[in-house]
C-alpha cells in the first residue's frame, strides 16, 4: 500500500514564501516563471506573489492516469511557447512544478527549454521527494526546493473533491511529516 500524505493550502503557502525567499537570494533575477501543468500552476501562482513576475504555461503528459501510478513510454507536448514570446528572449526564467518526484518530466522540460535562447534558466519545486531519481538535471540548472520530503503519495488541496475532509485528513498526518 502506498503512504499518503495532505497538505493544506496554508502549509504551501508557507512553504512557497520560504521557497521564494531562497529563490531571491540565490543570485539570479528571474523575469518569468514557466509552469508545468497542470501541478505547477497553483505554485506558480502563489510565488508570483513574491517574486513579482509574469507567469507563461506549458504542459506535458507523462502520467497516463490521474493517480500516477502509470507512465507512458513517452512524454508528449500538449501545450507548449512555440513561437518562444520575444519578451522571452535572452531573460532568465524559473521552471515551476509541484513535485520533483521521477524527474522525468523536469528533464524533458527544461533540455527543450535549453535550446531556446534564454539567459539562465532556473527550476523550482514545490516538493522534493527523496527517492532515486530517473531523470537527470541538465547542466546549469539553478535548483531549488521548497520542502524535501519522504516518498509518499503526495495529496494537494487542488486535487480535493471535499476540502473540509482534506483539511482534516492534513491535520491527522501532520504528525507524520
Known amino acids: 500500500m502506498i503512504k499518503k500524505i495532505w497538505y493544506t493550502y496554508d ?4 512553504v512557497l514564501k520560504e521557497l521564494a525567499g531562497k529563490i531571491q537570494s540565490g543570485g539570479v533575477k528571474y523575469d518569468a516563471m514557466i509552469a508545468i501543468g497542470g501541478g ?3 505554485p506558480a501562482r502563489i510565488l508570483r506573489c513574491f517574486l513579482n513576475i509574469p507567469i507563461y504555461a506549458v504542459t506535458t503528459a507523462y ?3 490521474d493517480f500516477g501510478y502509470q507512465t507512458n513510454d513517452e512524454i508528449k507536448k500538449i501545450q507548449w511557447l512555440d513561437p518562444i514570446p520575444e519578451s522571452l528572449i535572452g531573460k532568465n526564467i524559473l ?3 509541484e513535485v520533483d518526484d521521477s ?6 522540460v527544461l533540455n527543450e527549454l535549453q535550446k531556446e535562447k534564454f539567459a539562465e534558466i532556473g527550476v523550482a519545486v514545490l ?3 527523496i527517492k532515486e531519481k530517473k531523470g537527470i538535471l ?3 540548472i539553478h535548483y531549488y ?3 524535501t520530503v519522504k516518498d509518499w503519495w503526495i495529496n494537494y488541496p487542488w486535487d480535493a473533491d471535499d476540502i473540509t475532509a482534506h483539511n482534516m485528513l492534513a491535520a491527522e498526518s501532520s504528525a507524520e511529516r
Do not use: C, W
Not at 502549509?11 to 508557507?14: A, K, P, Q, Y
Not at 524527474?103 to 524533458?108: A, I, N, Q
Open 11 to 14: 502549509d504551501i503557502h508557507r
Open 40 to 42: 505547477g500552476f497553483i
Open 63 to 65: 502520467y497516463a492516469n
Open 95 to 97: 521552471v515551476v512544478d
Open 103 to 108: 524527474r522525468v518530466t523536469l528533464e524533458f
Open 127 to 129: 516538493h522534493e521527494k
Open 138 to 140: 541538465p547542466q546549469g
Open 145 to 147: 526546493s521548497g520542502m
